[in-house]
């Protein structure tokens, strides 16, 4: 399997133009569309200020006791 990663913008027609693909005609292809998020240049820490904190961050999810050894 290989890998081609590219970067496209939607037109206003909602269409996406692949071309100059390295592949042959013919070929079967997986196509995989993910949205790129959206960054907003004048706030670069768009979290900072939200309610969410963590008391203890570090504690372990499962208590010690909870651990079975390895058989």
């Known amino acids: 399997m290989e890998l081609h990663h590219l970067?496209?913008?939607v037109s206003p027609?909602?269409?996406i133009v692949l071309d100059d693909l390295p592949f042959e005609a013919g070929?079967?292809?997986n196509v995989t569309v993910v949205r790129?998020?959206?960054r907003n240049p004048s706030n670069p820490y768009p979290l900072r200020g939200?309610?969410?904190?963590y008391e203890?961050?570090?504690s372990p999810?499962?208590?010690p006791g909870d651990w079975?050894?390895?058989e």
Not at 50 to 53: G, K
């Open 61 to 63: 999810l499962i208590s």
């Open 36 to 38: 790129t998020a959206k």
């Open 68 to 70: 079975k050894p390895f």
């Open 27 to 29: 070929d079967e292809v």
């Open 7 to 9: 970067h496209k913008t």
């Open 56 to 58: 203890d961050p570090f």
């Open 13 to 15: 027609d909602g269409t």
């Open 50 to 53: 939200t309610p969410y904190s």
